[in-house]
């Protein structure tokens, strides 16, 4: 497993304000702005998130790298894969 808090995202989508499915439709709409093998990060203040972003990438194919916890929010890490 990498050590989170050394990753540095190409990417960083703060969707800290949203509710569920904000989080991941944001993911969603971000991906397409990183290349493949680059690394996504998601801000969000929803909890959900640890399950829907996961459950998502494992459903397109992307690399769900995990998530570290932060003052009142997740940074959630993921790698495009296609």
Known sequence: MADLSQIK?????DARA?????PLLEA????????VGQTLEI??????????IPA????TGHQY??????????SLYL???K
Request: charged share 35%; hydrophobic share 30%.
């Open 56 to 59: 998502w990438c494992a459903k």
């Open 9 to 13: 995202s190409d990417r960083q989508v």
């Open 43 to 52: 801000l969000s203040g929803d909890k959900g998130s640890r399950e829907d």
């Open 79 to 81: 790698v495009r894969k």
């Open 65 to 74: 790298l995990g998530f570290l916890e932060k003052d009142g929010y997740d």
């Open 28 to 35: 969603k709409k971000a991906i397409g702005g990183v290349a």
């Open 18 to 22: 949203m509710a569920c499915p904000g």
